[in-house]
């Protein structure tokens, strides 16, 4: 990895710039979680009293993490714009839960995800959803931020990883623990505008490289001509390339269309990647649907979301434009071995800030790295400790317990989390690799068989829990099933990318839930599930639209997702 040796050149002026960022985040914290234990609404929700600004805001900082936006510069500079992908195509997902999923999620006047199944499905499910997302908020999202922003942290400052992963982990969980999820949130918001600010700045300083003594506009235009690989090194590069990346014998970078046989974007698997993925993440992931939960009403959640995604519109920019740039620098580091290539594309993001960032700007990266392990850990705290309060502790250990009981069992089960977190960051920082990858598999089994049943139950009133269960259950087979083929047998190219498969799973368990639904039917939903689907209650998806023109929730929508279709055409022909 270049550099990656020497440690990151830093001023007075960064460090204070550093400091004054931590300083700025405590005010933010401690403000914001004054009053946060009063009661468990307060503490678990806000009061249900976030603004819009906040939820929307506070939804990116949760999910724009650290092996989020440093591991998508490699993954772009390998890829090109297709992991725009992942920003993209939330659009579709968005109008889902703008329209569809926010009002009914609202007025179940639920606490949690796994609660909101319950009342559609049954105890059971409840459970087992409860006790995946506790699993996955520990050991899989809080251990790879951890871990990578530690690394991050310790490749830049040269501290011990260890010491990094402690100090993150204590410091950002601390404010989950104070203040609930309004110092979740607030924090959130001030740190998404550091965090989006600080890595936007990178992107600046990089296309006045690339263009040397000329304008961004010249630069940004250079990259895209680089990107396109006609001539030179870049054109050396893309043909070396070509092997690992597809059958097809050709490769564009620039287009965000690619063949049933890529490795990230494959169009056989996009819509596949809405309807699972995007589902499980965006919908059914606790910690980053609490605050919509704790918004002001209908219209505030609506409009959170589309707030977040105009965000999600721009986000690469920080996310992808980055991972373009090194490969308009350095188009050589694809020529040599592919494993060699991967590495140095993984530490990509830490070449960029030691090749381009002067020093005296640098204070803010670092603001930026630990904004955003700050922002995913607080989140997954208290999303983890709202799960295990109200779906695991309360319904299964106590029963009777009060609601400023109810405030400590949070409490506690946050201190619990963040101990956790840091001890999984620690264990994974002993082992070579697998993290990214078990992200992945888990994503791969879990995602489609849940995203299946939850769609399925809000849409059609006959799904019941003997299907949801059959879905889960059955999915998660098929999904070991595929996984087991491949790896026996040899299989087309098109069945190994993730999207293929997470599409096949998700086809199974929307079979296996139907199937199972309509061989064990209870005449439909119970008297106490029937505002939870769409055919009994449809007049709750005209509330919360906004009383003026300005308000109005369909024309902000309209535009983020012209906006998305027309990103997306304009790196589809390019």
Known sequence: MPNAGTNLALNALDYWVFVGFLVGLAIVGYVSGRGGRDSSEDYFLAGRHLPWYVVGGSFIAANLSTEQFIGMVGATYILGVSTALWDWLNGFTFLFMIFLFVPFLLKSRVVTIPEFLEKRFSPAIRRIFAVITVIANIIVFMAAVLYAGGLALSGFLGWPLLTCIVLTGLFAGAWAIYGGLSSAAWTGLFTAVIKIGGVATLSVFGLLAVAGNGSIIDGFMMVLERNRARAGPWHEAVIHSVPHLTSAGAYDRLSVIQGPDHPLAPWTGLVFLVLSLAIWYNVLNQFIIQRILGAKNIWHARMGVVFAAYLKMFLPIVTVLPGLILFALHPEYMLGNWTDAQHLADGGFVTLVKQLLPVGMRGLLLAALFSAVQATVTSVVNSTATVVTFDLWVPLMQRTASDLQRVRIGVIASTVTVVAGILSAVWVSTHSGGIFQYVQTLNGFFAPPFAAAFVLGLLWRG????????????????????????????????????????????????????????????????????????????????????????????????????LAMGLMSLFSHI
């Open 463 to 562: 799904a019941n829990s003997t299907g949801a269960l059959s879905a889960i259950v059955g999915g998660f087979l098929i999904g070991l099933a595929i996984k087991i083929t491949g790896f026996l047998y040899t299989m087309p190219d098109w069945f190994y990318p993730f999207a293929n498969q997470a599409g096949m799973v998700w086809i199974g368990s929307v079979a296996l839930c139907i199937a199972g639904s309509l061989l064990h039917r209870h005449g439909g939903p119970e008297p106490n599930t029937a505002e939870l689907t769409i055919w009994n209650n449809a007049a709750i998806l005209r509330e919360g639209m906004g009383d003026k023109w300005y308000q109005n929730v369909p024309l902000w929508t309209a535009g983020f997702f012209i």
